[in-house]
């Protein structure tokens, strides 16, 4: 795969994980909350640690270094518990929730709600003004801790009509009333006895101000202003599923559109008769009517009865159509028969589901966002008002040249521009607007006093969509404004909607890793069917120097075309790079799954190509073996495909499968792999001076995620590294890694000092000190920032390469330091022949409590050291009793999570860290 390929993929990954993270961050809370305040599971433990693993893991990966930490502590935390089988105390509980609750991120900027419940605020009310009440829902007010109101029957009263109004960022006084009607009122400012007026029904407007009898709208204007608002997008009810009434036969389209359809959250009702359909009708009004093609020359008397029936009901009761043929007569038929859309009969269950999406979605859109550029205030003022009394968000611009900022934070739907403005036309700035990619589409509505046509003509030829004179009547300023912005953002999120190639059935990349970061957000992911295959054609290489650059892209789209035909209604394909495919298999057993990568194999086998006969071979792994993200699934996919590559009979399929006891030939093979990723990770746990404040000093901790998120710690990475032959190359990347993180606290003004451990095969490097001197002069990083430490069990066997090797090292003005050390005699006699600066205790002698013979040992280690002018340093401290013998005992340093845990930012405060 290109590199630039490669980093598309993974640009496309991080996007799928972060548009999903804030749902699986919610999931996983849900878990927690459970775990944490009910009796103590063992088992739910274990899965919700692996899950913090996991996401902890992906987190990091993406970048998402705050959610990362936070999910880190998470994992220390519940790992202690796991490790000893304690069952946390109330303390415990409270720390662990906590840090549960802390995990909340925010959902990226295109999946926020576009409503808070701060809309329900109602502004303060001014002196002289009347008080504005609302009739809430049934359950309302039970929001609100004023007091608690019982709820009462109002299935026979009418409902006072209601309007969101705009925000403030401080309430008025609130209290619950009772009116006239029995029903609750919420009272909103200081409550007067006059008879209320009610507010303007319909209108979702963010703003109300008081007008003046003289200056309201006629009442052909009033009704327009009311037909727009109808027309503006509403938040729509969630409570329950929409009722979808589907006239079909039992042909295979139906039946996968009506699952897919279920899938999506609708509750569909098949009938195979127009009469079946009628009675329906005649004793339940569904929230929408789906006719497929086979009933398409009933529609002209059909439409007539679901037009009387909307009358009844007065509902709207939205029609979709599908037809073999979209010809004009077809469509007329459509349109007279009422249908809100007519669809070919030709598209894929998918594509049809969207496309009735679109007629009644599930979701909430946010309003029209209209950008107003107008020098004149008053004008802006008054388009403002009524655009927002249709329900628009506005935005209003005085200085023309402001335009392109506001443009940039305010992202409108269209803008409303006037044509003469100082400094810079409207044709001008609508030329310089058209310049920029993104606002390429963007309606551009000039609203202005110009009469001539010539110059209105000009005004469209410069870019603009539409020209509106003034004066205009509000009725048809709210029309133009609101179809030309309907029609945009349908033509938008048809545009993003729509990623599939209709010659080939493929999706686009980006839409499938979408789709599979979104199937991995589920409760039950361990018992999920169905997974994801990664498809690859044996010989590509060879076959486009063969065939040539069209040829081969001739044959990899008629590939796709055979491998899409096989996708159900639930399935997504794509192609994944060149020479491969990746197919989304959702709700199939792996009976069915494994029966699915077998029939692709024979099918592109037996397939009639221009270049003959050509073969694959194909990875998969299921969703039931747990992985932290997307790009996890598509690795080990990816990793079972060059194993099916790898067998000799040709065409193969090979299943992923986790392999616990195979562990250090899987940790050999993740560590070549992290190595040619950049996918390890250094944590940082600060070292601090036990007198004085001392400099910023940490040590920096190698750590690798595992596809099921746990972590994989130094020691274990080396010995993986040593069998694979490739701990010199570890031992490098984190030394870059490490100048790296010196060099950029240095340049930041911010100077840190980083010990970094070594392997001791290391020692026998002869061109390390020249390789680490050429980057420490390409970093320009001042020698003495570095410190590489080495375990003194694997120096002593070789003192013959690690004396010369220390030396050098010492004379580029590196540190050194030797850990784990204990009093063995040679030891002892060689620390004032060693060119180390600093040694490091064994683990044994951090413990809370040492006896005397270890205090007796630890001090003479100590005496000689110091003896030596070697500093003293003592690591794994977990305990402040252990941290205070350590200083009575005369230790320099210390390290552990006593002083903190590792975390992946520099953060300490060492200002404050001195015993």
Request: aromatic share 6%.
């Amino acid at each position: 795969m290109l590199a630039k390929d490669v980093s598309q993929q993974a640009a496309e990954l991080r996007q799928a994980f972060l548009r999903h993270l804030p749902r699986r961050i919610d999931l996983l809370q849900k878990k927690g909350y459970r775990l944490i305040r009910g009796p103590w599971d063992v088992n739910a433990a274990a899965l919700v640690l692996r899950e913090v693993q996991q996401l902890a893991g992906a987190a990091g990966k993406h970048g998402l270094v705050d959610a990362s930490d936070r999910l880190y502590q998470l994992e220390l935390r519940l790992s202690g518990l796991m490790e000893h089988l304690t069952v946390p105390d109330d303390e415990q509980r409270k720390l662990l929730e906590t840090l549960v609750a802390q995990l909340q991120v925010e959902a990226p900027p295109e999946e926020q709600q576009t409503h808070s419940t701060k809309d329900l605020i109602v502004a303060p009310v001014h002196p002289g003004h009347r008080p504005i009440l609302i009739t809430p829902p049934d359950d309302y007010w039970r929001r609100f801790s004023v007091r608690e109101v019982e709820p009462m029957d109002t299935s026979n009263t009418p409902t006072a009509p209601a309007t969101r109004l705009k925000t403030v960022d401080e309430a008025p006084k609130t209290e619950v009333l009772q009116g006239e009607d029995g029903n609750p009122i919420l009272v909103m400012g200081e409550f007067q006895p006059p008879e209320i007026e009610p507010i303007v029904a319909g209108l979702a407007q963010s703003e109300i101000e008081p007008a003046e009898p003289a200056k309201q709208a006629d009442a052909e204007d009033y009704e327009a202003e009311e037909s727009a608002a109808a027309t503006a997008p509403r938040r729509e009810e969630k409570d329950k599923p929409r009722r979808v009434f589907y006239l079909a036969d039992i042909s295979p389209f139906a039946r996968e559109l009506l699952t897919e359809l279920t899938r999506c959250g609708f509750a569909v009702e098949r009938v195979e008769s127009v009469e079946e359909l009628k009675e329906m009708l005649g004793s339940l009004a569904p929230d929408l009517i789906v006719i497929d093609s086979v009933f398409f020359a009933e529609i002209d008397h059909l439409g007539e009865f679901i037009r009387r029936v909307r009358a009844r009901v007065q509902a709207p009761l939205p029609l979709v159509l599908f037809s073999a043929e979209l010809e004009l007569t077809d469509r007329l038929k459509a349109m007279r028969a009422g249908a809100a859309t007519l669809l070919s009969a030709e598209l894929s269950p998918g594509d049809a589901s969207e496309r009735i999406q679109e007629v009644l979605s599930p979701h909430p859109e946010q309003p029209f966002r209209v950008l107003i550029v107008e020098d004149d205030r008053s004008q802006a003022m008054f388009a403002e008002s009524v655009l927002k009394r249709a329900g628009m968000s506005t935005c209003a611009v005085t200085d023309a040249l402001e335009t392109i900022e506001q443009l940039d934070q305010f992202k409108p739907d269209l803008i409303l521009m006037d044509l003469y403005m100082p400094n810079i036309t409207g044709m001008e700035l609508t030329a310089i607007i058209r310049e920029r990619s993104e606002f390429i589409s963007t309606p551009i509505v000039f609203l202005s006093g110009e009469q001539d046509s010539e110059k209105q003509f000009e005004a469209l030829d410069a870019g603009g969509d539409d020209f509106l004179s003034k004066p205009i009547r509000p009725k048809h300023l709210m029309s133009a404004v609101v179809n030309r912005a309907r029609r945009a953002r349908a033509l938008a999120k048809r545009g993003s909607a729509l990623p599939k190639e209709h010659d080939t059935g493929l999706y686009e990349r980006s839409h499938l890793l979408d789709r599979l970061s979104e199937a991995l957000v589920i409760d039950d992911l361990d018992s999920a069917p169905g997974g994801l295959l990664f498809v690859e054609i044996n010989g590509a290489r060879e076959l486009r120097e063969r065939e040539g650059l069209l040829g081969y892209e001739a044959l990899t789209r008629q590939v796709g075309a055979t491998i899409a035909s096989f996708a159900g209604a639930a399935d997504v394909c794509s192609q994944g790079s060149d020479s491969s495919f990746l197919f989304l298999a959702q709700d199939r057993p792996q009976a069915e799954f494994e029966a699915l990568a077998q029939a692709l194999l024979d099918a592109v086998a037996k397939g009639d190509y221009a270049v003959g006969q050509i073969s694959l071979s194909i990875g998969g792994c299921l969703f039931k073996h747990g992985f932290a993200d997307a790009g996890a699934m598509l690795a080990a996919a990816e990793k079972a495909c060059a194993r099916a590559r790898a067998i000799e009979q040709g065409a193969q399929f090979v299943l992923h499968e986790p392999a616990p006891s195979a562990r250090a030939d899987t940790l050999s093979e993740a560590v070549i792999e992290a190595l040619e990723q950049d996918r390890f990770e250094l944590l940082f746990q600060p070292i601090v001076a036990l007198q004085g404040s001392g400099e910023e000093q940490y040590e920096a901790l190698l750590r690798l995620r595992n596809d099921d998120g746990s972590s994989v710690k130094a020691h274990d990475i080396q010995v993986a590294a040593e069998a694979a032959e490739c701990v010199f190359d570890v031992d490098r990347w984190v030394l870059k890694r490490a100048l790296m993180t010196i060099d950029e606290r240095s340049q930041r003004g911010k100077p840190v000092r980083l010990f970094v451990a070594q392997s001791g095969a290391s020692l026998a490097d002869p061109e390390r000190a020249a390789w680490l001197k050429q980057m420490l002069d390409t970093r320009r990083v001042s020698a003495d920032k570095l410190v590489m430490e080495f375990r003194l069990a694997e120096a002593m066997p070789r003192l013959n390469d690690a004396m010369p090797f220390f030396q050098s090292i010492r004379d580029l003005g590196v540190g050194l330091v030797l850990d784990e050390f204990e009093p063995d005699m040679t030891a002892l006699q060689m620390l004032s022949y060693l060119a180390v600066d600093s040694i490091k205790l064994h683990p044994r002698y951090s413990a809370p409590e040492l006896d005397e013979s270890s205090e007796k040992e630890v001090r003479s280690l100590i005496d000689a050291a110091h003896a030596a002018k070697k500093k003293v340093m003592a690591a794994t401290v977990e305990t402040a009793p252990s941290a205070a013998a350590l200083w009575t005992l005369g230790v320099d340093y210390i390290q552990g999570n006593f002083v903190q845990q590792p975390e992946n930012e520099l953060g300490f405060d060492f200002s404050t860290s001195a015993l």
